[in-house]
């Protein structure tokens, strides 16, 4: 049985992709064998952030109306052995998704998989509440800004009533917070959201806390998610964050403004 | 599921509403004296008399029947259209039924309070017992708890009674009652109480940060509220017809 995670957020920008790409990489680094879908019909970018534009293919669509085989549509990552990407239709837009569709593609998946990542387009509409409708685990990326927290706070909101598991009574999705962007000095000035605010306000369980990072912007450019550059600040909190995600106990870091010692490099860089 | 209907073409979805309605209380039953006032009216503000819906209210008549058919039809020739009846006795729900409109319990009904006899006045809507012979029970009045956080886009609504909040309330919530809001957490969406129109009504919360706060219906927005109130524990209720908030300690 797969876990099915969705990285949502319902603002765009935020970094969904981004922490899908990057998550989807950490859990099969560690061995779990992983498919990222790209829900983002009409938008696709996922293929771009993992690098294997030049590969694709088939689509989710094509799968779902019967026009080409899974196999056929899972491109194979060329980094880790684990990792699958199903992306998104470029040509079409969300109407051409069914619930039907995805739930009979998930299904297939779940044999083959342990974890399922559905990285969610933005907004609440009909292609955000596909991507979330059959999950286990949420991810809400929320940069630290009034407008992205009130947006995660919306979304919070539909997971618990417009899914499969709030429909049926089950238990609820476990929700996880993913914070993006931060930057301990513009907090500490008073120009950003600090962590404590955040949470308080969303009220849920802290996953991950990602640096504002030049590694994130140069790692999305060249297609190469930055859980692969283990020496960055951001790909190592995205590898704290996958720790968390396998109910590891990880202290938080990066959400101190410091200068950084060659110490605290060293220990940082050490615990990997 | 939204996602499972989009497709089928449905003739029509159910959804809550609150709408701005005219409640025309009325002090006498006699039809006559109902045209002559509405003539009066008419020639003061002709703009309000466009098709203008009203609720007739007649819990303050203390009569078993009414000419209800005979109300109407005064109503109707100065373009008020009568869509429902508030209160009376069970003969007056059945004649209103007959006549296609719809039937609201009395207000003091579905609120227990103490029973003072207070003599009627123009000024006063009196909440006299004139329906007690339709006792309410008292359990129909107990309000509603909500555990955990009210997110934004959510509404919570206690129809009746009052609503207590366990947990926050978001900016881009809003939680409403028919008696009082209660909030354990801080209060940053919208509030309203009394939204059937009880002034006893009132708002309760640890940390006010409200978009808005209503009692029935005189509201203040974040903008009209003191600054230094701000994130203190507060009451926010009607008196002398204006929104007070007071700090709770």
């Given at each position: 049985m797969a876990k099915i995670i969705v990285v949502t957020s319902g603002k765009g920008g935020v970094g969904k992709t981004t922490s899908a790409a990057a998550i989807a990489t950490g859990l099969a680094l560690r061995g779990q064998k992983t498919v990222v879908i790209d829900f983002d019909v009409g938008l696709r970018n996922l293929d771009l952030i993992m690098g294997c534009e030049r590969r694709v293919v088939y689509d989710l669509v094509n799968v779902i109306q019967g026009e080409a085989g899974l196999n056929q549509a899972l491109i194979r990552d060329k980094r880790v052995d684990n990792l699958h990407i199903l992306p998104a239709s470029q040509?079409?837009?969300?109407?051409?998704?069914t619930l039907e569709g995805v739930e009979t593609v998930l299904n297939a998946l779940n044999k083959e998989f342990d974890y399922i990542v559905c990285d969610s387009p933005a907004g609440i509409e009909r292609g955000a509440q596909l991507a979330m409708y059959f999950a286990d685990e949420a991810i809400v990326v929320t940069n630290p800004e009034v407008s992205s927290v009130r947006d995660s706070d919306r979304i919070l909101g539909l997971l618990a009533s417009k899914t499969r598991r709030a429909e049926r009574g089950e238990d609820p999705i476990k929700e996880h917070l993913l914070i993006t962007r931060y930057n301990p000095n513009r907090v500490d000035s008073g120009d950003m959201l600090n962590l404590e605010d955040i949470q308080e306000i969303l009220a849920i369980k802290l996953a991950g806390l990602i640096p504002e990072s030049g590694a994130v912007l140069r790692a999305s450019n060249q297609g190469v998610p930055v859980t692969h550059d283990e020496g960055s600040d951001a790909g190592q909190a995205y590898a704290d964050t996958v720790a968390r995600l396998m109910d590891e106990d990880v202290p938080l870091r990066f959400h101190e403004y410091q200068k950084k010692g060659l110490l605290s490099r060293m220990f940082g860089g050490g615990r990997r | 599921m939204s996602l499972k209907v989009?497709?089928?073409?449905?003739a029509f979805t159910f959804k809550g509403g609150m709408l701005p309605m005219t409640v025309m209380?009325?002090?006498?039953?006699?039809p006559e004296h109902i045209r002559e006032q509405l003539a009066g009216k008419l020639s003061q503000?002709?703009?309000?008399?466009?098709h203008t819906p009203v609720v007739l209210s007649v819990?303050?008549?203390?009569?078993?029947?009414?000419a209800l058919e005979r109300i109407c039809a005064v109503c109707r020739a100065h373009k008020l259209l009568p869509v429902a009846v508030r209160g009376g006795t069970d003969p007056v729900k059945q004649s209103s039924w007959a006549l296609g409109l719809g039937w609201f319990p009395p207000q003091e009904a579905a609120r227990p309070r103490t029973l003072e006899s207070v003599p009627t006045t123009d000024a006063e809507p009196a909440?006299?017992?004139?329906?007690?012979?339709e006792p309410t029970p008292a359990a129909s009045a107990v309000g509603r708890i909500y555990r955990g956080t009210v997110r934004s886009g959510q509404q919570v609504t206690a129809p009746e009674g009052d609503l207590v909040v366990v947990g926050a309330v978001n900016a881009g919530a809003e939680v409403l009652a028919g008696g009082s809001v209660h909030v354990y957490g801080a209060l940053r969406g919208r509030a309203l109480a009394g939204i059937h129109g009880d002034p006893e009504a009132a708002i309760f919360c640890r940390e006010l940060r409200a978009e808005l706060l209503s009692v029935a219906g005189n509201y203040k927005r974040l903008e009209d509220i003191d600054p230094r109130l701000l994130g203190t524990g507060v009451q926010v209720r009607l008196d002398a017809g204006q929104l007070g908030i007071a700090t709770l300690d």
């Open positions: 040509t079409r837009d969300k109407d051409a998704l | 989009d497709r089928d073409g449905m209380e009325l002090a006498s039953a006699d503000s002709p703009a309000f008399f466009q819990e303050q008549l203390d009569e078993p029947h009414l909440p006299e017992a004139t329906v007690a012979d």
